[in-house]
């Protein structure tokens, strides 16, 4: 099964970070994702711009698409980066997305993924 990884981060925390807390942040994801490939589990993944650099297309029932500059909500927490996973169970998903949370990653989501792509051909 297929899950999404889903990164929340306090914006004002990982401003705060120390050249410290950052080094530690990366040496901890590149381990992770050592371990994730020797596995095979981890299928994609990577950080994303700040919320400023955000634009949401929104479609609205009675109007035409909207833009608009920033994330869809306000927030203190904001999505800061994603992993794609293969995993053989839901509670192995979530023992990897464990191991993100930490002072800036505030939240993590695990969700499986629907993966439509492919489906045709079972079916056919």
């Given amino acids: 099964m297929k899950y999404m990884v889903l990164m929340y981060a306090d914006f004002a925390a990982t401003a705060a970070m120390t050249p410290e807390e950052r080094t530690d942040v990366f ?3 590149e381990a992770l994702h050592r371990d994730l490939a020797g ?8 950080g994303l711009q700040a919320p400023e650099d955000t634009t ?5 029932r009675d109007a035409e ?3 608009d500059s920033g994330p869809f909500v306000e927030s203190v927490e904001h999505l800061t980066a994603y992993y794609v996973l293969e995993c053989e169970s839901a509670e192995r998903a979530r ?10 990653v505030v939240a993590v989501e695990v ?14």
């Fill in 39 to 46: 596995t095979g589990e981890i299928l994609n993944g990577a």
């Fill in 27 to 29: 040496t901890r994801h």
């Fill in 95 to 104: 023992e990897i997305a464990s191991r993100v949370v930490d002072f800036h």
């Fill in 65 to 67: 698409l909207s833009q």
């Fill in 111 to 124: 969700r499986p993924i629907h993966d439509w792509f492919g489906m045709g051909e079972e079916a056919g």
């Fill in 56 to 60: 949401t297309l929104r479609w609205h």
